[in-house]
């Protein structure tokens, strides 16, 4: 008779669940630092928040215009504005344990992953999602060069084309010239 087998009884996972569980590859040094524009405003944001909570007085309105109402009508919030910072340094902590475990995956050096951890403490979100994503691994980057030089090979095969067509005589069949 015919042996049936149940479909849950199979104990191997399919082939492209487990090339999906595959960590990228990237370089063992891999770092890339934020982008300055959100270096600053992070740090800004954080440091107005600070100042606020210490001492809304420090924020001049001569110097800071509207901000400075704002901090005003914050600080009468105190409790709220102290519980916005422990979750804001909680969240950014949290991230950088994420970093870390992705810096793991991707079996990064040690300094590197020293790197990615302070850069994600201090700039969160917008460092992580750098790590978690990263724009070129190792091998586009290889297949990229690859395609480089098959496209300077072709424009060498196209100049030998024209000299040996001057030298012989012939009109050069060229795409700029048509």
Same mark, same amino acid.
């Given at each position: 008779m015919w042996s049936t087998i149940s479909p849950l009884t199979h104990t191997h996972p399919p082939t492209h669940l487990n090339n999906m569980a595959? =960590?990228?590859? &990237?370089? =063992?040094? %891999? $770092?890339?630092?934020?982008?300055?524009?959100?270096? #600053? @405003? *992070? !740090? =800004? !944001? /954080? =440091? $107005? @928040? &600070?100042? *606020?909570?210490?001492?809304?007085? @420090? #924020?001049?309105?001569? /110097?800071?215009?509207? #901000? !400075?109402? %704002? !901090?005003? #009508?914050?600080?009468? %919030?105190? $409790?709220? @504005?102290?519980?916005? /910072?422990l979750a804001i340094a909680a969240m950014h902590l949290l991230e950088a344990l994420v970093a870390v475990y992705k810096c793991y995956k991707y079996r990064l050096n040690t300094l590197t992953t020293i790197a990615w951890t302070i850069q994600t403490v201090l700039f969160g979100l917008f460092s992580l999602i750098i790590l978690l994503w990263p724009s070129k691994g190792k091998s586009q980057q290889q297949q990229g060069k690859q395609q480089q030089k098959q496209k300077s090979g072709g424009k060498q095969k196209q100049q030998q084309n024209n000299k040996k067509a001057k030298q012989s005589g012939k009109p050069s069949k060229s795409r700029k010239d048509d």
């Open positions: 595959k =960590a990228r590859k &990237v370089a =063992a040094n %891999y $770092f890339k630092i934020v982008n300055p524009i959100f270096m #600053i @405003l *992070t !740090a =800004a !944001a /954080l =440091a $107005f @928040l &600070v100042v *606020t909570y210490v001492d809304h007085k @420090l #924020i001049k309105p001569d /110097l800071f215009g509207p #901000i !400075a109402g %704002y !901090a005003e #009508i914050v600080s009468q %919030y105190r $409790f709220y @504005l102290k519980i916005s /910072l």
